[in-house]
Nanobody, 126 residues
Framework: QVQLVESGGGLVQAGGSLRLSCAAS????????MGWFRQAPGKEREFVAA????????YYADSAQGRFTISRDNAKNTVYLQMNSLKPEDTAVYYC???????????????????WGQGTQVTVSS
């Protein structure tokens, strides 16, 4: 059974940092594009960042560029999202997702991702 389990969310003050982790199990994810999305109350789910291991390529939403860093450890089947300089508008539930068809092509569209975690809450206070 394929599972993506996020952890590392919490409450942090503006300007602080958090590191999210996503542990994948149930199959090999080394060829997948792994992504992070987020959804704030009353808003649609939006792309944050993604990484392709095969071509060592990353892609960030404008809101994350320069503040967030996505990385992965294929040996551990884990993907990370280091979030620095957090802002109140970063408050959302953060989801990990896997696109098994992505390979070297990174999509920022949620429907491209077949597997999703349950999400972890990130709250940034002002």
């Amino acid at each position: 059974q394929v599972q993506l389990v996020e952890s590392g969310g919490g409450l942090v003050q503006a300007g602080g940092s958090l590191r999210l982790s996503c542990a994948a199990s149930g199959r090999t994810f080394s060829r997948d594009v792994m992504g992070w999305f987020r959804q704030a109350p009353g808003k649609e789910r939006e792309f944050v960042a993604a990484i392709s291991w095969i071509v060592s390529r990353t892609y960030y939403a404008d809101s994350a560029q320069g503040r967030f860093t996505i990385s992965r450890d294929n040996a551990k089947n884990t993907v990370y999202l280091q979030m620095n300089s957090l802002k109140p508008e970063d408050t959302a539930v953060y989801y990990c997702a896997a696109d098994p068809e992505g390979w070297s092509t990174i999509s920022a569209t949620a429907r491209a991702y077949d597997y999703w975690g349950q999400g972890t809450q990130v709250t940034v206070s002002s």
